[in-house]
Structure formats: structure tokens, C-alpha cells
Antibody, heavy 113, light 108 residues
Framework: EEQLVESGGGLVQPGGSLRLSCAAS????????MNWVRQAPGKGLEWLSY????????HYADSVKGRFTISRDNTKNSLYLQMNSLRAEDTAIYYC??????WGQGTMVTISS | EIVLTQSPGTLSLFPGERATLSCRAS???????LAWYQQKPGQAPRLLIY???SRAAGIPERFSGSGSGTDFTLTISRLEPEDFAVYYC?????????FGQGTRLDIK
């Protein structure tokens, strides 16, 4: 079964950092481009970042550029999102998505003092 | 940056009725790189339509997408109870991917 499982969410103080992981299984991870998308409580979907299958091409939304870093390890079938300088408005469920046709269940990130 | 505006914000219909959801882009969506997603409470989004009109794997035929340029439509021909959810359009295939704000489809 093709699956994505996010982890690493939690409660962090403003200005803090967090690293999210997304573990892929059931498909050849290295063949696929990946994305991170978030959803603030009661709000819509916001695309955050894209990484190509080999990692050479990376894009970010303006809202996270310079603060978040996407990366992947194809030997470990894993996608990552390093989040720095976190703000209250970063509070959301964070999803990883394979080409948007396969999504994980999400991990909750709460930024609060 | 292309802005996607979905209408209506909320649509209330009876099961068995036809639903028509709109997504309008502020600029032309090149190559019809327009997708539609369904999201139910507590669940991740599910891809329904890509390329404006191609159904994703496993999506029932009652879901169809149409449109080009700046105006796109998701049609659900005959609503089933499980279709009541929030629907998002998305422009993809560029370095700046955007979602519409969503249309909530409620049972009347």
C-alpha cells in the first residue's frame, strides 16, 4: 500500500525551530517530486514548498521563504521540512504530498508561548 | 501570482441534485494545470481532477471537470451523501502553486 506518514509536529515557542519528517512506503520514492502543504485551524490549504525527485529543483511560497528548508533523502525514502523562526501564524496541520495524488495524514504544529 | 477565487463560498443542496462549483483565475492557467480536491473533516485532501478535466484514479464518474483559460468548473452530476465536503481548486505546474479558498458543499 502506498503511504506517507508525517511526524515531528508539536508545541514550540515563537522564534523556535522544528523539523518535520515524511516517511514514504509502497512506491519508489526517488521517482517522485514532493510537496509540503499546511492548513491553519479552520482555514484553507496553503502550499509551502516543492522538491524535485532528485532534489535539484526547490521552490517555496513567499510566506516561508528564508525560514523553511525542504530536503529529501532518497536512500531513506524520506522528506523533511526544517522550520526556523517560527511564528504564531505557522500554527497548522502540515501535510506532505506526492505530486498531490497521495497525501499523508498530517502532523500538527502549534506555535505558542 | 495567480489568485484563484472559488464560488459560491457555501452551496446547500439535496442528495441527488447536481452541484456546480466555480473556480476563476486572475490570469490564464497555462496548459490547463488546474486540479480539484475534496476534503472531509479530519481528513487529508483527496485529488479528484487534474489537467482541468481528467479524473484521478478511483474517482467516480459523477465527478467531472471542465473549463480553460481563467474559468473552471467542477460538476457533481448526482450528489451522494459522501460528497458533502469542502472542495478546493489548485493551480499547479509552476514554481508558485496556489489554492482557491474553498467551497463548502452542505446537505440541505
Amino acid at each position: 500500500e502506498e503511504q506517507l506518514v508525517e511526524s515531528g509536529g508539536g508545541l514550540v515557542q515563537p522564534g523556535g525551530s522544528l523539523r518535520l519528517s515524511c516517511a514514504a512506503s509502497g512506491f519508489t520514492f526517488s521517482n517522485y517530486e514532493m510537496n509540503w502543504v499546511r492548513q491553519a485551524p479552520g482555514k484553507g490549504l496553503e502550499w509551502l514548498s516543492y522538491i524535485s525527485s532528485g532534489g535539484a529543483a526547490i521552490h517555496y511560497a513567499d510566506s516561508v521563504k528564508g525560514r523553511f528548508t525542504i530536503s529529501r533523502d532518497n536512500t531513506k525514502n524520506s522528506l523533511y521540512l526544517q522550520m526556523n523562526s517560527l511564528r504564531a501564524e505557522d500554527t497548522a496541520i502540515y501535510y506532505c504530498a506526492r505530486r498531490f495524488d497521495l497525501w499523508g495524514q498530517g502532523t500538527m504544529v502549534t506555535i505558542s508561548s | 501570482e495567480i489568485v484563484l477565487t472559488q464560488s459560491p463560498g457555501t452551496l446547500s443542496l439535496f442528495p441527488g441534485e447536481r452541484a456546480t462549483l466555480s473556480c476563476r483565475a486572475s490570469q490564464t492557467v497555462s496548459n490547463n494545470y488546474l486540479a480539484w480536491y475534496q476534503q472531509k473533516p479530519g481528513q487529508a485532501p483527496r485529488l479528484l481532477i487534474y489537467g482541468a478535466s481528467s479524473r484521478a484514479a478511483g474517482i467516480p464518474e459523477r465527478f467531472s471537470g471542465s473549463g480553460s483559460g481563467t474559468d473552471f468548473t467542477l460538476t457533481i452530476s448526482r450528489l451522494e451523501p459522501e460528497d458533502f465536503a469542502v472542495y478546493y481548486c489548485q493551480r499547479y505546474g509552476t514554481s508558485l502553486i496556489t489554492f482557491g479558498q474553498g467551497t463548502r458543499l452542505d446537505i440541505k
